[in-house]
């Protein structure tokens, strides 16, 4: 391992040479700034690895033990599961901010190159746990970073940590407000109108493979890459599930729900006509659920809403509907129409007016407070041998459930 982090090291140490080279042949000032950016970051890059190869040999050092890869190579699967009982990080070591940099090297050294979580990480309450739970600070700063590209649905919809397996009033999850005097206090309020609901244990895997992860040497590049990777894949599933989930294993969307009964039947004359989606639609919602939002494919957008015009064929959406829709920022393709938001998404999601057979979903009308997303336990990284594919599989698990609180104020628009 020495010899590794010496020949990163020194390709490196070439490689800025070569940089500096470059200063006397710079024209412009954008060029020596680029050049010189180039060379702080591979000093950067140098001295994240000059400490990780101290910390690890000062490990070593310590341990005094046989290499940890050969040791690990060495040894057998779990018989049946083929997993290895490794443990998961112990919730003490975790402090306000954030995991140790002892925790999140050993993190890394567990899925990159299988090395069991050293003993003082390991939970000391059980030893039937199986996995490492993936730093929470290192997660929560991607999936804040990346929803604004990923996770549209995501975002906006109501996160809950509950147990699982239990009937909870939906009244309960809900907050409530009523004025008291000095002398009198809010009595207890009757929420059981709106049914009970109960959030299941369901558990999703995100693959990683080991060709992604093995030109990942520095600490930084490993939980930025892995991360992003696991958090892309987890806000894309979860915009789908909100939507498509069948519920069998996994979260319930909002068009498998038995609850959502609202149907709004639009015609491709009617939702390119302002005035049918003011009598046929607007007119139909209770006032206390106007304030909504739409989901609809970029496509049926493009196609009819932002084609409305008038007799002589002059455009008339945005006058007539306010829609504006910024479909060009990659980062956030969302809009307006008549006042509400609009979350596009892709076909796979809800379809396209003209791709979609009648009686297809092709927009919905939510309330997105009123979808909640329970998740449990975090993510666990756990590591097993395919005997099929003869290699060892990364992947990530995460415990987590969605339902439909309250279906009042959803609507289905539904293609005539």
């Known amino acids: 391992m020495k010899e590794i982090y010496k020949n990163k090291i020194d390709a490196l140490k070439l490689q800025k040479k070569q940089e500096q080279m470059k200063v006397d042949s710079a024209k412009t000032e954008e060029e020596l700034r680029s050049i010189v950016d180039s ?32 040791y690990f190579q060495a040894q057998p699967p779990v018989q049946g599961t083929e997993m290895r009982n490794v443990g998961s990080f112990k919730a003490e070591q975790r402090s306000e901010e954030g995991e140790s940099l002892e925790y999140r ?3 890394r050294d567990y899925v990159m190159k299988g090395t069991p979580i050293p003993v003082e990480f390991r939970q000391t309450t ?10 929470m600070t ?15 649905l995501y975002a906006k919809v109501r996160k809950l940590s509950v147990q699982g397996g239990v009937e909870y009033p939906i009244g309960a999850l809900k907050a409530s407000f009523k004025w008291i005097s000095e002398s009198t206090v809010s009595p207890r309020q009757k929420m ?7 959030f299941g244990y369901h558990t999703a895997e995100i693959r990683v493979s080991q060709t992604f992860l093995a030109n990942l040497l520095t600490l930084s590049s490993f939980e930025t890459r892995i991360a992003e990777a696991i958090a892309i894949a987890y806000l894309e599933a979860m915009d789908y599930g909100i939507v498509n989930g069948s519920g069998d294993g996994c979260m319930t969307g909002i068009l498998n729900d038995p609850r959502v009964t609202n149907t709004i039947t639009m015609t491709a004359a009617d939702i390119a006509d302002w005035k049918k989606w003011r009598s ?9 659920y106007r304030s909504g939002e739409f989901i609809f494919a970029a496509g049926t957008v493009d196609a009819y809403l932002e084609t409305m015009s008038d007799s002589n064929g002059n455009p008339i959406f945005r006058q007539a ?22 979350s596009l998404v892709e076909d796979d999601i809800i379809p396209a007016f003209d791709d979609a057979s009648q009686n297809d979903v092709i927009g919905i009308f939510w309330q997105p407070n009123e979808y909640a997303i329970n998740e449990n336990f975090g993510f666990t990284m756990i590591r097993y ?31 005539g």
């Open 105 to 107: 090297k050993a993190f």
């Open 39 to 70: 060379v702080k970051n591979i000093d950067a890059q140098i001295a994240t690895i000059t400490e990780i190869a101290d910390a690890d040999d000062a490990e070593e050092r310590a341990k005094k033990t046989p290499d940890n890869d050969a």
């Open 280 to 288: 046929k639609f607007f007119a139909k919602l209770p006032l206390g």
């Open 321 to 342: 509907t306010g829609l504006e829709v910024n479909d060009g920022d990659s980062r956030n393709p969302n809009g307006r129409f008549f006042g509400r938001n609009i």
């Open 126 to 135: 059980s030893t039937e746990d199986t996995g490492a739970a993936i730093p």
């Open 385 to 415: 041998f395919d005997r099929e594919t003869n290699e060892w599989v990364d992947k990530a698990l995460v415990v987590v459930d969605g339902k439909v609180l309250n279906p009042t104020g959803i609507y289905k628009i539904v293609k």
């Open 138 to 152: 290192i997660m929560n700063d991607v999936i804040n970073t990346v929803r604004k590209r990923y996770g549209n």
């Open 192 to 198: 059981d109108k709106l049914g009970k609901i109960m």
